[in-house]
């Protein structure tokens, strides 16, 4: 069975820096999505940026991006310039391509950003 | 993404009472999910909100406790049922406009039973 591991429940980050949260993940499969998620105090849970099993190219969105190892089975997040907004719990997900029913999600990790 | 609207935002319950949560899409959507995330956990996928058809319950959850209707593709409830202080937890439901695409979220209900 496919798991999801955040091994940082809490992080913090002062204002402007950057920071990287760590994923890893365990799967026998070969064609697979990996997510990460972001939830404020709202609770409202945004989709930050996903990635591909198949492209060798890290995703990038704007100020985040990941670094995707797949032979390593791990999927970090990293945050350039850290803004307060930034201030979140964020969750990595994983589902296998063609199931879109199943997202296993990890336990999270809770950003602190310092001004 | 599509505009998810999820009502109530939240809620007070008595014990042995039932609450339907409604989730109101601005566009149609493949698929809709229904997740439970309770105090400090993350998300558990309760079941997928089928259209025209009964609903797909994973393990440890079943219809009779929490009801599903999905009566066309851009609308569907769930229903808690017989609640118990148990059910105490954030209910948030999630749509993919394809069967390949991100699952996108609404806002949340928080329920609290007393």
């Known amino acids: 069975a496919q798991t999801v591991t955040q091994s940082q429940p809490e992080m913090s980050v002062q204002e402007a820096e950057t920071v990287t949260l760590s994923c890893t993940y365990d799967?026998?499969?070969?064609?697979?999505?990996l997510f990460w998620y972001k939830q404020p105090p709202s609770r409202q849970m945004i989709l930050v940026i996903r990635q591909e099993a198949y492209k060798q190219q890290n995703a990038t969105e704007n100020r985040f991006s990941v670094n995707f190892q797949k032979a390593a089975k791990s999927f970090s997040l990293k945050i350039s310039d850290s803004q307060l907004g930034d201030a979140a719990m964020y969750f990595c997900a994983y589902r296998n391509a063609g199931n879109n029913r199943k997202l296993i999600w990890g336990l999270g990790t809770s950003l602190a950003v310092n001004p | 993404s599509a505009v998810i609207s999820q009502k109530p935002s939240r809620d007070i319950c008595q014990r042995g009472t039932s609450l339907t949560i409604q989730c109101q899409v601005d566009?149609?959507?493949?698929?809709m999910f229904w997740y439970r995330q309770q105090p400090g956990q993350s998300l558990t996928l309760i079941a997928t909100?089928?259209?025209?058809?009964?609903?797909?319950?994973e393990s440890g959850f079943v219809i009779d406790k929490f009801p599903i209707s999905r009566p066309n593709l851009t609308f569907s409830t769930l229903t808690v049922s017989n609640m118990s202080p148990e059910d105490s937890s954030i209910y948030l439901c999630?749509?993919?406009?394809?069967?390949?695409?991100?699952?996108?979220f609404g806002d949340g209900t928080r329920l609290s039973i007393l």
């Open positions: 999630s749509v993919a406009r394809g069967f390949d695409q991100p699952q996108h």
């Open positions: 566009s149609q959507v493949t698929m």
């Open positions: 909100a089928n259209q025209g058809s009964e609903a797909t319950y």
């Open positions: 799967t026998s499969e070969s064609d697979y999505y």
